[in-house]
């Protein structure tokens, strides 16, 4: 169903590279729009008023039975709680299994000159830090219009990006949840199509 900009409580613009948190209350629906295409969000989601009661990947693919997330999707918790439920997606494709770049990972996949370059982790840091959470609680994330298929062999690949200028994915929040965003700074592989892009978040009341 589409909405009235103009209606939100929220609306603004993430420059690419840049981390990004906020509480989002039952009932608000929270919308990613990646507004150029072809542009990874890795995304966290906690329980706002229990930050250990947070996403869980395998929670969440076992009850829907595909590693890939989209309409109708409910993000379970580690506790079995429903987060967030996706209500509308245009453009069908979401990675689960991917995780996220660090410098650990950077420096396996595409050398040691590129350990110390900016990563998601680098962003995850800065922004748990600042809400008093522990590194620990980096955990399983949603890469939101990454492409990640699995290969004949069985192996993750990643490859160019299908979302196009404007997709975007809308969430109904089932309770008062904590989003974390890394707007994805990679540079080594195509998530970003090696050009990392600004997104739009935007929140609307019940």
Request: net charge negative; with cysteine; aromatic share 8%.
């Amino acid at each position: 169903m589409s909405k009235n900009i103009e209606n939100a409580i929220y609306n603004e613009k993430l420059p690419s590279g840049l981390p990004w948190g906020k509480v989002i209350k039952k009932g608000q629906t929270f919308r990613i729009v990646d507004l150029e295409g072809c542009q990874a969000v890795d995304t966290l989601f906690y329980n706002a008023n229990n930050v250990n009661d947070r996403y869980s990947a395998t929670d969440t693919i076992r009850e829907q039975g595909s590693i890939f997330i989209t309409t109708g999707t409910k993000l379970l918790s580690s506790d079995d709680n429903v987060l967030m439920e996706i209500v509308e997606d245009t453009c069908g494709n979401h990675d689960t299994l991917g995780g996220h770049c660090s410098a650990e990972s950077n420096s396996v996949r595409f050398g040691l000159d590129k350990k110390y370059m900016h990563s998601c982790r680098d962003n995850y840091l800065t922004i748990v830090s600042q809400l008093e959470m522990n590194p620990k609680d980096i955990t399983n994330n949603i890469n939101f219009f990454m492409n990640v298929p699995v290969e004949e062999d069985g192996h993750l690949a990643i490859v160019d990006g299908i979302s196009k200028p404007g997709d975007y994915i809308e969430m109904e929040a089932q309770m008062d949840t904590l989003v974390l965003i890394s707007n994805c700074p990679q540079l080594n592989n195509p998530c970003n199509g090696y050009n990392p892009t600004p997104i739009q978040l935007i929140i609307w009341d019940k």
